[in-house]
């Protein structure tokens, strides 16, 4: 028999419009599957359940007393928020036990959206220290496991928002994406995850654009409920200083995920910008699979030279190590961060504001390069990870081992966040362990119309969210 937990957010959102199902039920349902779950899994930092149960009773209260056309998208419906991102009188740790007791003051402008979408917040997940990592293991709470093999990592830096939608504690989740930090979670638990566009998605008030490489976005099991979420996230608020390419009036996102995209011309290619990485045998059967899958359905696929050489590795790790110092401490603080966090600091205060400077102008000197190879196309083909779902405990040594063995495991996904093109990770094939591994599709500036329905169509033809983990069915 199907359970609230086997819907989708769009269903969730009929039933409850229908009066078929109350946002009290729903909500007591999920909160109930994180009691039982959330010790394994690691989904979660902060379980907001008091605060959760209120506004289920609220959004109840509207459904019996407006008529359905009066009701906001997402009522009734949870979004876990991702615990670098501020959700207002919520704990916000950012993954680190310097700001352990800290409390959020504002929502996130997104999170303004979603409240007035008519979400149910139950809670903050976890997230690695600051999201530097591509894992999601810290000091402040259990790591975020994958619910496929629960000795595998969730991924990072979203793998809290990640595990709780592929084990079934919410049927949506929102993430973040600095370096990969949505696709990369979204291809180690098997579902869908979307960078959106740079801009499309406001990080005010608190979250500097600096040079626009990270930004919120879904993490979803189905390609609609992804674009019902950027619906509602997509917003901008003054000051911000990149905004993306509007839809046409009168479109959603959701109108083109229902829309058959025709026929694309889509690059591909699979060789990763750091020198001397391996791509995984199961990672490159899932990317050959996925290249036959989108010539059967009438696509024109193309073989590219890679756009990105090993040249942006090192401006990268410049830049990556700069966004460590953009997060202010408390004085005496610094000796209880994380190792990786440390020495990434060491590296920005040891670095000249010229070879940063340079470091950026490299950067968008190669992206100016490199767009004019992609943008004939309209969607590029790559694997979002070089390996499957690794071990928990995997990435620890001293901090530049970790870092190569971070670049060794997600290769691709940085490239997308320097071009600020949007990026979705695509669960199309499972290994011979029935481990996940996903694809990566990225776009134009602005293209997540043909992002979202071409991933509707790839998921029409080879349905993947009735796949579930083990978990799922406890």
Same mark, same amino acid.
């Given at each position: 028999?199907?359970?609230?937990?086997?819907?989708?957010?769009? $269903?969730?959102? *009929?039933?409850?419009?229908?009066?078929?199902?109350?946002?009290?039920?729903?909500?007591?349902?999920?909160?109930?599957?994180?009691?039982?779950?959330?010790?394994?899994?690691?989904?979660?930092? %902060?379980?907001?359940?008091?605060?959760?149960?209120?506004?289920?009773?609220?959004? &109840?209260?509207?459904?019996?007393?407006?008529?359905?056309? &009066? =009701?906001?998208?997402?009522?009734?419906?949870?979004?876990?928020?991702?615990?670098?991102?501020?959700?207002?009188?919520?704990?916000? /740790?950012?993954?680190?036990?310097?700001?352990?007791?800290?409390?959020?003051?504002?929502?996130?402008?997104?999170?303004?959206?979603?409240?007035?979408?008519?979400?149910?917040?139950?809670?903050?997940?976890?997230?690695?220290?600051?999201?530097?990592?591509?894992?999601?293991?810290?000091?402040?709470?259990?790591?975020?496991?994958?619910? @496929?093999?629960?000795?595998?990592?969730?991924?990072?830096?979203?793998?809290?928002?990640?595990?709780?939608?592929?084990?079934?504690?919410?049927?949506?989740?929102?993430?973040?994406?600095?370096?990969?930090?949505?696709?990369?979670?979204?291809?180690?638990?098997?579902?869908?995850?979307?960078?959106? %566009?740079?801009?499309?998605?406001?990080?005010?008030?608190?979250?500097?654009?600096?040079?626009?490489?990270?930004?919120?976005?879904?993490?979803?099991?189905?390609?609609?409920?992804?674009?019902?979420?950027?619906?509602?996230?997509?917003?901008?608020?003054?000051?911000?200083?990149?905004?993306?390419?509007?839809?046409?009036?009168? &479109?959603?996102?959701?109108?083109?995920?229902?829309?058959?995209?025709?026929?694309?011309?889509?690059?591909?290619?699979?060789?990763?910008?750091?020198?001397?990485?391996?791509?995984?045998?199961?990672?490159?059967?899932?990317?050959?699979?996925?290249? #036959?899958?989108?010539?059967?359905?009438?696509?024109?696929? $193309?073989?590219?030279?890679?756009?990105?050489?090993?040249?942006?590795?090192?401006?990268?790790? %410049?830049?990556?190590?700069?966004?460590?110092?953009?997060?202010?401490?408390?004085?005496?603080?610094?000796?209880?961060?994380?190792?990786?966090?440390?020495?990434?600091?060491?590296?920005?205060?040891?670095?000249?504001?010229?070879?940063?400077?340079?470091?950026?102008?490299?950067?968008?000197?190669?992206?100016? &390069?490199?767009?004019?190879?992609?943008?004939?196309?309209?969607?590029?083909?790559?694997?979002?990870?070089?390996?499957?779902?690794?071990?928990? !405990?995997?990435? #620890?040594?001293?901090?530049?081992?970790? =870092?190569?063995?971070?670049?060794?495991? /997600?290769?691709?996904?940085?490239?997308?966040?320097?071009?600020?093109?949007?990026?979705?990770?695509?669960?199309?094939? @499972?290994?011979? *362990?029935?481990?996940?591994?996903?694809?990566?599709?990225?776009?134009?500036?602005? !293209?997540?119309?043909?992002?979202?329905?071409?991933?509707?169509?790839?998921?029409?033809?080879?349905?993947? %969210?009735?796949?579930?983990?083990?978990?799922?069915?406890?």
């Amino acid at each position: 028999m199907s359970q609230i937990h086997d819907l989708t957010a769009t $269903e969730l959102v *009929e039933r409850v419009r229908r009066r078929e199902l109350s946002p009290v039920e729903i909500t007591d349902h999920f909160l109930d599957r994180i009691a039982r779950h959330d010790r394994t899994l690691g989904a979660f930092i %902060t379980v907001t359940e008091e605060s959760a149960r209120e506004q289920a009773r609220k959004a &109840e209260n509207r459904v019996l007393g407006d008529t359905p056309g &009066e =009701l906001p998208p997402l009522l009734g419906v949870p979004v876990p928020i991702k615990d670098l991102d501020p959700l207002a009188g919520v704990r916000h /740790t950012a993954g680190s036990v310097i700001h352990a007791d800290r409390v959020a003051e504002v929502d996130a402008a997104f999170v303004t959206a979603l409240r007035e979408a008519g979400a149910v917040f139950p809670g903050k997940t976890n997230t690695p220290e600051f999201g530097s990592p591509c894992y999601t293991e810290n000091d402040i709470a259990p790591p975020a496991r994958g619910p @496929w093999n629960l000795d595998r990592s969730a991924g990072g830096s979203s793998g809290g928002s990640a595990t709780a939608v592929a084990g079934g504690l919410a049927p949506v989740a929102q993430g973040s994406d600095g370096g990969g930090s949505i696709r990369i979670p979204a291809s180690a638990c098997g579902i869908y995850g979307l960078k959106p %566009t740079r801009g499309r998605i406001s990080g005010a008030p608190l979250t500097p654009d600096l040079l626009g490489l990270a930004t919120a976005g879904p993490l979803t099991r189905s390609v609609s409920d992804a674009a019902l979420l950027l619906d509602v996230m997509a917003v901008n608020r003054a000051g911000d200083y990149f905004t993306a390419p509007p839809l046409g009036a009168g &479109e959603t996102f959701r109108d083109h995920a229902r829309r058959d995209p025709g026929r694309l011309r889509v690059a591909r290619f699979a060789t990763p910008p750091p020198t001397g990485v391996e791509v995984h045998p199961e990672v490159a059967a899932g990317y050959e699979a996925a290249t #036959e899958l989108l010539v059967r359905l009438g696509h024109d696929v $193309e073989e590219i030279t890679p756009p990105f050489d090993a040249s942006i590795v090192e401006d990268f790790r %410049t830049i990556w190590a700069a966004m460590a110092i953009a997060t202010p401490l408390p004085g005496g603080s610094e000796p209880r961060l994380r190792p990786i966090n440390r020495w990434l600091r060491e590296q920005a205060t040891g670095t000249t504001l010229e070879r940063y400077m340079r470091a950026t102008i490299r950067l968008q000197q190669r992206v100016r &390069e490199a767009l004019p190879a992609m943008l004939d196309y309209d969607a590029v083909l790559t694997p979002t990870l070089a390996q499957p779902p690794v071990p928990v !405990g995997h990435f #620890e040594a001293e901090p530049e081992e970790e =870092l190569r063995r971070m670049e060794r495991f /997600t290769p691709f996904t940085s490239m997308f966040n320097i071009t600020g093109q949007p990026s979705v990770s695509v669960p199309l094939h @499972w290994s011979d *362990e029935g481990l996940p591994v996903g694809v990566m599709l990225s776009g134009r500036m602005g !293209g997540e119309p043909t992002l979202l329905s071409l991933s509707a169509q790839l998921e029409a033809a080879h349905p993947w %969210t009735h796949r579930t983990p083990p978990i799922w069915h406890r």
